[in-house]
């Protein structure tokens, strides 16, 4: 898997990407965000509460799909594959090692700033739609609550077991916000 993902992904520089190109082809695509979750990025965003998006996708469209959405709020912090440009703005390789998901964990940003800005936040609430997704927070130092919330899309009555046992709220083909926009208005 992980040979695979590197494969797939060092293939991109000889696509021709430029960088110009990035804003048109989120614009072009049918990628679209869970409903609700411009209610949840600006409720956080009120709130200062600092929101890691940590992805084994391209950070660079992740960033340009939230711009034109005018989602991309300053506490809003994006970990993920970013892509490395050459003065011609043409796409070279990725800036860092390869974030895949079966290393998103604490040691793959190990280098971020993010860390340090959020030290003194003792509570986190995890968003994973795989059981990889739960390492992420492997790692983070002086954790008081951990709340995981995974979303199940695929294979539901297979997955549906291992799922309930990793998370602690599992939600079934739930394309929506819902839940984390109810649970933080308690909260916040």
Known sequence: MIEWY????????????????VPEMVAKSNVCLRDRSDVLFQSLHKHNV??????????DILEEVLQQNNLMYPN?????????????????GF???????????????????YFGHVKSRNNIILLGDSLGD???????????TMLKIGFLNFKIDENLPQYMDAYDIVLSDDQTMDVIVELLQNIL
């Open 76 to 92: 809003i912090k994006i970990i993920a594959n970013f892509m490395n440009f050459n003065e011609k703005n043409k796409l070279i």
């Open 50 to 59: 600092p929101f890691l998006i940590f992805s084994a996708g391209v950070g």
């Open 6 to 21: 590197s494969k797939s992904i060092n293939l991109m520089p000889t696509s021709g990407i430029s960088k110009e190109c």
């Open 95 to 113: 800036k860092n090692d390869l974030i895949h998901t079966f290393n998103k964990n604490q040691s793959s940003v190990e280098n971020s700033d």
């Open 134 to 144: 739960l390492d992420m927070a492997a790692g983070v130092q002086d954790v008081n």
